[in-house]
T-cell receptor
């Protein structure tokens, strides 16, 4: 069964600094995808970045990059030059297709607070 | 484009009452999903649909039913609400359900309280 672990309940970072949000996953499927979503206090879920298990390079999207270490089963999100608007909950999720059944499994999330 | 919309935004039910949550998307997506989010938890998949007229169970389907009569709409029903169903419900849609996975677009959520 898929499992996503986000062990950091909360983190604080100074504006303009970089921050790494940890995510480890557990899946036996050879093919899978990894997502990061942001949930600000307003409640909506915002897609940030995606990494496929067979992608050769780490994914990047603007200030977001994914530090994908397949052997360690980790998919950490790196946010460079933090902004006040980055304060939010962040969720890591894994996607697999098992027997024709698509599954996106989310971690419990972690709260990032960016201080001025 | 409106993206994914959900109706209603808030609802309070008494135990045993029924209700239907409506999700609509205007992106012509084949795949649609219903999740619930409880405090301190990530999202958990209730049911999903891979196309018009199809539905499938997710991780926590008990107490819920769904229907996808039109491609753009995905309905979530609670036949007899229980306090354990107090949660925030999110609908999502995506273009593809295979790998490489495509982004799921989420609605704004429905906050449901069952007393």
């Amino acid at each position: 069964a898929q499992k996503i672990t986000q062990t950091q309940p909360g983190m604080f970072v100074q504006e303009k600094e970089a921050v790494t949000l940890d995510c480890t996953y557990d899946t036996s499927d050879p093919s899978y995808g990894l997502f990061w979503y942001k949930q600000p206090s307003s409640g909506e879920m915002i897609f940030l970045i995606y990494q496929g298990s067979y992608d050769q390079q780490n994914a990047t999207e603007g200030r977001y990059s994914l530090n994908f270490q397949k052997a360690r089963k980790s998919a950490n999100l790196v946010i460079s030059a933090s902004q006040l608007g980055d304060s939010a909950m962040y969720f890591c999720a894994s996607f697999t297709v098992q027997g024709g059944s698509e599954k996106l499994v989310f971690g419990k999330g972690m709260k990032l607070t960016v201080n001025p | 484009n409106a993206g994914v919309t959900q109706t209603p935004k808030f609802r309070v039910l008494k135990t045993g009452q029924s209700m239907t949550l409506l999700c609509a998307q205007d992106m012509n997506h084949e795949y649609m999903y219903w999740y619930r989010q409880d405090p301190g938890m990530g999202l958990r998949l209730i049911h999903y649909s891979v196309g018009e007229g199809t539905t499938a169970k997710g991780e926590v389907p008990d107490g819920y039913n769904v229907s996808r009569l039109k491609k753009q709409n995905f309905l979530l029903g609670l036949e007899s609400a229980a306090p354990s169903q107090t949660s925030v419900y999110f609908c999502a849609s995506s273009y593809s359900g295979s790998l490489p996975a495509s982004e799921q677009y989420f609605g704004p959520g429905t906050r449901l309280t069952v007393t």
